[in-house]
């Protein structure tokens, strides 16, 4: 995994791209900046001929009775309330 500080990672995504800031979910008009985003390091065409080929997972061990687990191909973009200081995250996979 690699890590891009700030809005130089919002083009790291599988799908769309990330905002530059998103709604706090943990405190009343919060407003989140994004200050890092976690990512395989594959550039965009990389990312989509994955994706296309449907390739599995390299590392897929779901636990037991999970609904939703991240697995090898994701990104993830955590962000940081400028109101309450409070992180939270917004993920996507291939």
């Given amino acids: 995994?690699?890590?891009t500080l700030?809005?130089?990672g919002l083009n790291k995504s599988f799908q769309d791209?990330?905002?530059r800031t998103v709604e706090c979910p943990f405190c009343t008009n919060g407003?989140?900046?994004?200050?890092f985003v976690t990512h395989e390091g594959l550039d965009r065409g990389e990312r989509a001929a994955i994706v296309a080929r449907k390739e599995p997972a390299v590392?897929?061990?779901r636990p037991a009775g999970a609904r939703i687990?991240?697995?090898?191909?994701m990104a993830c973009a955590v962000y940081i309330c400028t109101k309450c200081g409070e992180a939270t995250a917004i993920w996507n996979q291939g």
Avoid: R
Wanted: proline residues 5%; aromatic residues 14%.
């Fill in 1 to 3: 995994m690699k890590v």
């Fill in 6 to 8: 700030g809005k130089a």
């Fill in 17 to 19: 791209d990330f905002q």
């Fill in 31 to 35: 407003t989140a900046h994004v200050a």
């Fill in 59 to 61: 590392c897929f061990s």
């Fill in 69 to 73: 687990w991240p697995h090898d191909l």
